[in-house]
């Protein structure tokens, strides 16, 4: 069903008096998942049917919670793509970000307290996207550009850091990506709430819909006194900001900080955020479907790894998979 | 050649859109299509370009029933459109545009001057040999530019070719230009569609005039056996006694004065004031200098050199932001280019301009939003009153009031309006006027620029006329003419 004969069926649902029931129609309208994300959700559901019944060892407890901490550095990376994207932007710099704040808070723990260490990291990751953010918003440069020559420049910081890995020295810091409060991670929860505030950020905030309305057309919310290149910054800014906690997390998972990790962490972002409904052209694109993008990649990826199905092999069906949700997106759209 | 559609129906997500249309067009014949924004003219261009199939109903040509599977099917048929979105490639030349996919080839390479020829002799055709098929297109005018889209049409020899709204961006000889080479394809058999909501043309060039309205055809008329009134109220389902509504000007306290504002190369020395309460026009051929005008006064772009004083008081808008702080609003010309982000819903586009000032502490009063949204609807009568619409389904009158939507919230104490009636029906032109009129009641002081002579005596106080970057005239709109408006912006003697 489209979105149109949603909200049609949604109109009739609310009664003649349209004039009278709007706003809590809307309000009602909001809570209700787009169409792209019931399919999703649906898509998701049945995998996990089909899993559920097939393998033995997919619906433990154990699978469960190693699933949802494997769903944290896309779905955090996602989180800030998606707000990149819906200003028609592109960030590839985050696998980078990725590396570069894991190393750091890695190293930085052993002088440090802690939370100092892991702030020090973060601001680090706000700074990188910052410094995408001005290039592209103040200096009008190309997104892709931008964040391709920052990719390279970021990486290069991180070896310069440290060559070798780093093997944290405070069993604190593994606390926050290894620990579960019951079944679920901890990592998970974080990772939740910052989708959580994401939404809030899109749905309920002048920020966020300048920064769908920049997409969509630019000229137009410029003349309506929308402040373009601030909002550009903030987009890019926040992206580095979640980079930074996906490279924290993932060090503190792992136990040992690599400056070599997160190489292709951005195409998952991107395809979780495009599979979730996103346009890459900009002012497209809802954090429930890009949450829902990411479920179903980190399904797929659990499960064929589950079936030992070889990498190479996962690799082509998650290509295939990518390249169905669009086309079934493209048939919703021309319905509109 | 005929051509025969009967019952058509098409539905765009839940909306029916064309409830049963009948429509006959023949070869030699001008057939013209007159509508309010809304009325389905351009979904029934859709579907006789092939670029929609019908839900319902049958195409007969000749007789025979047809059946248009995609836009080739109809081309491959020699049926052309002109849509009134431009569809150029603005970084290829003119002869690339018009020959698209079809250049003379010799030797397996592309023979340029056996094309650049082909072309100039299609220019000369249609009148407009002084168009450079080697120019590209992107830096001809839009009136050129529609041309060219026409000449495009007529590279492979026409059975049927439908104009949408051509003149939209032609006026004075280029259209007359345009009229002969449709009266010469009427000569050569060409059935031809004009769709249009400007009665004058339409009265003009067809030889019959079908009135659609909310999807269904009213009736179809004769030229010579009817009268604009009348093709009004069958297109507004009601009579319009009155376009514009009488003013009488009581200029309160002077609200706005612009002193001396230059734009290197666009305008120069342009001054001028606006009083509270009154509607002031500005008239001016395109490329006068009239919008320029209008986005450095709202903070758009940078003036070179001049002042704009609010209240007597010298004041600096560096961003659109700042303007509309202090008041000033601007509804600029192209809506679907600067006024709207097509994507997103009624809301939202009606609120872009006053979503920080109903935030709390960053967070959007949804409540006041949808409020503010309803009471828009309402006054405006925005139709389908639905705030979560996407705009780019509503007709373009619609979207205009989205617009004017947006700019109201903003409690504005100057209004400009930079052709707030192009592309808009003749109900809500009518409607607009009369908003216009409302808000000087209660002080506002309004800058109505515009290419239609018409209006810009009918709906104004007074009219300030621009040439070549200029402002040249000045007269009060009950003691002047057309004409010698007309001739201040052409610089003739009247």
Redesign the interface.
């Known amino acids: 069903m ?1 979105e ?2 949603t ?3 949604l ?1 009739t649902v609310s009664g003649e008096a ?2 009278v029931t ?2 809590a129609s ?2 009602w ?1 909001a809570a209700v998942p787009s169409p792209t994300v019931l399919v999703l959700i649906g898509a998701a559901v049945a995998i996990v049917v089909v899993a559920g019944v097939t393998n033995d060892s997919f619906l433990t407890e154990g699978n469960m919670t190693n699933l949802l901490r494997q769903m944290v550095s896309t779905g955090l990376l996602a989180l800030g793509m998606l707000l990149v994207i819906l200003t028609g932007g592109i960030d590839l710099s985050v696998g980078s970000v990725v590396a570069l704040t894991g190393i750091m808070s890695a190293g930085l723990v052993s002088g440090l307290p802690l939370p100092l260490a892991i702030l020090v990291a973060i601001v680090v990751g706000v700074l990188c996207g910052t410094v995408n953010g001005v290039m592209v918003a103040r200096f009008s440069l190309a997104p892709f550009v931008v964040t391709l020559a920052s990719m390279t420049t970021f990486r290069g910081l991180t070896y310069v850091y440290s060559k070798t890995p780093i093997t944290p020295t405070s069993p604190d810091f593994l606390t926050l990506g290894s620990q579960n409060v019951g079944p679920i991670p901890i990592a998970a929860i974080i990772t939740l709430v910052m989708f959580a505030l994401g939404w ?1 950020l899109i749905n ?4 966020g ?2 920064l ?2 920049i997409g ?2 630019r ?9 373009v290149q601030r909002h550009l910054v903030l987009a890019y800014a926040l992206s580095g900001l979640c980079a930074a906690v996906a490279g924290v997390i993932l060090a503190s998972r792992v136990g040992i900080a690599q400056p070599s990790v997160g190489q292709g962490f951005e195409l998952d972002a991107i395809a979780a955020c495009v599979i979730g409904g996103a346009s890459l052209s900009g ?2 694109g809802t954090i429930g479907g890009t949450l829902a993008g990411v479920v179903l990649l980190g399904l797929i990826d659990n499960l064929l790894s589950l079936y030992d199905v070889q990498s190479y092999w996962q690799q082509v069906l998650k290509g295939l998979i990518i390249a169905v949700a669009i086309l079934v997106r493209r048939g919703e759209r021309q ?2 | 050649m005929k051509l025969e559609l009967r019952g058509v129906r098409k539905r765009y997500g839940g909306v029916e859109v064309l409830h049963g249309v009948d429509l006959t067009a023949e070869g030699g014949r001008v057939l013209a299509i007159a509508g309010a924004n809304g009325a389905g003219k351009s979904t029934l261009i859709k579907v006789l370009a092939g670029a929609v199939p019908l839900d319902d109903g049958e195409i007969l040509l000749d007789g025979e029933p047809l059946t248009l599977r995609g836009p080739e099917d109809a081309q491959g048929l020699g049926f052309r459109t002109v849509y009134q979105e431009l569809s150029l490639v603005p970084q290829m030349t003119v002869t690339e545009n018009v020959l698209l996919g079809a250049l003379p080839t010799k030797r397996g390479l592309v023979d340029w001057s056996a094309a650049h020829a082909r072309v100039r002799a299609l220019l000369e055709e249609i009148g407009f040999a002084d168009i450079d098929p080697r120019v590209r297109a992107g830096r001809l005018s839009v009136a050129r530019q529609q041309m060219v889209e026409i000449a495009k049409a007529l590279a492979v020899e026409p059975r049927m070719l439908v104009l949408d709204e051509p003149s939209a961006v032609l006026a004075g000889t280029d259209l007359d230009r345009l009229f002969d080479l449709i009266r010469r394809l009427r000569e050569r058999g060409v059935a031809i569609l004009y769709v249009s909501h400007r009665l004058a043309e339409v009265m003009e060039i067809s030889d019959s005039i079908t009135v659609i309205k909310d999807g269904r055809v009213v009736d179809t008329l004769t030229p010579a056996r009817t009268s604009e009134d009348e093709i009004i109220a069958l297109m507004a389902g009601r009579r319009l006694e009155q376009i514009y509504p009488d003013r009488v000007p009581e200029p309160g306290k002077p609200l706005l004065s612009v002193r001396g504002l230059s734009r290197d190369g666009v305008f120069d020395d342009v001054s001028f004031d606006l009083a509270a309460g009154e509607i002031v026009g500005m008239f001016g051929l395109v490329g006068s200098g009239r919008s320029e005008v209008a986005r450095c006064v709202f903070g758009a772009d940078r003036p070179t050199s001049g002042t704009v004083e609010l209240d007597g008081a010298v004041t600096r808008f560096r961003t659109p932001g700042d303007a509309i702080g202090a008041g000033v609003a601007l509804v600029t010309e192209d809506r679907k280019h600067s006024g709207l982000v097509l994507g997103m819903d009624v809301t939202d586009n009606t609120t872009f301009a006053t979503m920080a000032r109903i935030s709390r502490a960053g967070l959007l009063d949804t409540r006041r939003r949808a409020a503010n949204v309803q009471d828009m609807i309402e006054r405006l009568g925005i139709h389908p009153p639905r705030p979560e619409m996407p705009v780019r389904h509503l007709s373009g009158g619609n979207q205009q009031k989205v617009v004017l939507a947006k700019w109201l919230l903003t409690r504005p104490r100057v209004l400009i309006l930079d052709e707030p009636t192009r592309g808009v029906d003749m109900a809500t032109r009518v409607d607009i006027y009369r908003m216009i009129d409302e808000l000087t009641r209660e002080g506002v002081a309004i800058l109505l620029i515009s290419s239609d002579l018409t209006e810009v005596l009918g709906a104004t106080d007074r009219v300030l006329v621009m040439r070549g970057g200029r402002l040249v005239a000045e007269v009060g709109s009950a003691d002047t003419t057309e004409d010698e408006v007309l001739a201040h912006s052409v610089g003739v003697a009247a």
Request: net charge positive; proline share 3%.
């Open positions: 489209t149109q004969q909200s049609a069926v109109d349209a004039g709007a706003p809307a309000r309208r809030v309920r905030t002048s920020a819909r300048a769908l309305g969509g057309n000229e137009a919310v410029r003349l309506a006194g929308v402040k002012g497209r319905n509109t």
